[in-house]
């Protein structure tokens, strides 16, 4: 009997299915058995143990009988019934009454009625609801079990989703399957249906002849849920994804995606997961009509049908805990085809590779970068591709009382139609933190750098400023900071607030800057996280020569459930030569425009970021930026706020531009949301004479409404493009997203 009851709970707990009404995959009223502790050990794995609170044996009927809170345990399968009984003359053994049975794995199968054969192999179930460790669960009219293992009931429902609401009250799932036949192989562990059907929120929706999915932990191959989408360019489009379990630690992933008005797409993604690192690799594929004119809103041109297709590559490897290679692939065969498709939004797709060593001291970084640029205009030959970029950096600790760092660093750049560059330097600082018995810190800083540059092709740059002297170029610099803070920090009703004078000097020789070329320092612009840098060009090409004095005042205040944070200074160059900092940048005069940001936080409702740049003259607002968050995480507004007035008066990188974004989520219930979202340029020529925009042009907009709990994923998303670059035209798309949490894969 032991050996009956061990198989058949094994079986039955992972995969016996159970009666297709809801209610009958509700928690059932009997306990499960008791812990494997609580039941003596048996002898061996042929031995049953049990316990009953009482034993009878009819010896006319051959009929042995244990009833009232029967317990057995055999191999760590146990089992718990009101009565057992078993015909010695029939070989048939019955358990009924509250029947629940707990595998080794923690599942658990209830029931009315086992019924076994006399091989104590075979069995059949009534009325069961198996509750899988995993957390699905099923429920069948009646399952049998062979010898193989293999499981088949009738009647039955599976669903991974919960069937009783937060206060514990029974609810109907968001979606199961119900189906006449189910096949439960124990060895594959996956489940195959025969005349099923999908029920969504109570109602028939799909109807699935032939379904099967894994449970559990385990992926196996199967189709994925699809998605649909409309929009005005590619018409209907539907993709159905295949996925191939290939191994423990790869998979594959095809997608078919299907238009009505274009040929079709096919999309493959594939990824693996090694010993020191993993890498993926996704591609798309189709053939279409292009436009061969690009000019941002012209109607596009069409042309004959060419191959168009998107690779996107990354991986990263960990060789040891020091040494890493990482790298990305990004390219496509042509400017649109990414927002064709609504792959993408990206103008520009980065490629590059690195080798690194990192340990407490010391880094080393050997990497190389190309550009693959989809903005409208840009010609492909004058993208960069630097090759090699080595950088080496040491720290040494407490010399001379500081901290001192070294940095070598190389770098090529070169292009197929422009202007071509080498780089090296060596680069030297020490810094050294003291506190004076007032409580100031003082930071004195000291850095010193020796460059040579070699550069050709330079008139195929057509900014002066960023071109230098043909040829090979030395340069030095060398510059003395002295930084001191003052924090004064007191008390405020229930909080604490903190005020910080900040002075800074700095002391540099005039450097020969525009003798070298500008690749990596060209968007320039004066805000709160540079203004007490000793270099404010962003990259090594450019160095701010002049001796000045930095200013400003950092604020701290932290109530219970408010904390605010802000900071205003301003810099003054005490040299009178001209500036090599471009007009608007806020840094081209001796004195310089006013800068700050402040950070406001309300709980978790409210969290406020305000940047801002004030012109010394007149205080007229150069840089408003605002981002806000109002809101729960599931009922929420976001509103950001952009606009850069710099005067510009020449040409340089970071132009002058004012937009304004939007985003909300409003949770309706539990479980419903509605969502929308919005971009738009406020861009006008007396801001920036190179916009197209006349004040007031949208980019995209976005509405939509989304179900979500434990299991399911259901939304409809309305989104309209207002930009066209060639065949990638404006309009509308909708897109209906459905998903099956903890159904396969």
Known sequence: MKRAFGSLALGLTLAVAGPALAQDLQDRAAPPPPPESALPTPASADQIDFSSDLLEYDSNADIVTASGEVRLLRDGNRLRADRVTWNRKSGQVVATGNIAVTNPQGDIAYGDRIELTDTLKDGVVDNMLVVLDEGGRIAARRGTRSDNGVVTV??????????TTSAGCPKEPSWKI???????????????????????????????????????????????????????????EVAVPYYFNLARNRDLTITPHVFTAVLPMLEAEYRALGRNGAYRVQGFATVSRRSDDLVLGAAPTGTQQSFRGYVDATGRFQLDPNWSVSGSLRYTTDQTFLRRYDISRDDRLRNNISVERIDRDSM???????????????????????LPEIDYRRRFNGLLGGVAQVQLNTLAIGRSEGQDTQRAFAAARWDLTRYTPLGQEVTFTAYG???????????????????????????????????????????????????????????????????????????VDLEDS????????????????????????????????????????????????????PNGTGLDDRFSDFV?????????LVTLT?????????LKIRRNEIDATVGSRRTYVQVGYLRLNRDISELEDLQDREEIRAAGRVAFGPFWSAFASTTIDLTDRSEDALSVSDGYDPIRHRIGAQYEDDCLRLGLTWKRDYQRIGDARSGNSYLVTLAFKNLGR
């Open 154 to 163: 009738e009647s039955a429902a599976y669903t991974p989703c919960a069937v």
């Open 178 to 236: 119900t189906a006449l036949r189910v096949r439960y192989d124990p060895v594959r562990k996956r489940i195959r249906y025969t005349g099923a059907g999908l029920t969504l929120f109570g109602l028939p929706t799909i109807p699935l002849p032939s379904f099967s999915h894994s449970i559990g932990g385990n992926s196996d191959s199967g189709l994925l849920a699809p998605s649909i989408r409309l929009d005005r360019v590619n018409g209907v």
């Open 364 to 386: 080393l970084s050997i990497s190389g970068w190309a550009v693959q640029t989809l903005r409208v205009g840009d010609n492909q030959g004058m993208q960069p591709v630097a």
């Open 449 to 523: 750098r020796l460059d040579a540059y070699n550069t050709r092709d330079v008139i195929d740059t057509a900014v002066l400023s960023y071109r230098g002297d043909e040829g090979f170029t030395p340069r030095g610099i060398a510059a003395l900071a002295v930084d001191m803070r003052w924090p004064f920090v007191g008390a405020v009703g229930r909080g604490t607030q903190r005020i910080s004078p900040r002075v800074q000097l700095v002391a540099s020789p005039k450097i020969a800057n525009l003798a070298v070329p500008n690749e990596d320092a060209r968007a």
């Open 530 to 581: 540079n203004l007490f840098a000793l270099n404010r060009f962003a990259g090594y090409d450019r160095f701010e020569d002049s001796s000045r004095v930095t200013y400003g005042l950092d604020y701290a205040l932290d109530l219970p459930g408010v904390a605010v944070q802000t900071t205003i200074g301003q810099s003054y160059r005490t040299s009178e030569r001209a500036s090599i900092l």
């Open 596 to 604: 700050g940001r402040t950070d406001v936080r309300f709980r978790e």
């Open 610 to 618: 305000h940047r801002y740049r004030l012109d010394k003259d007149g």
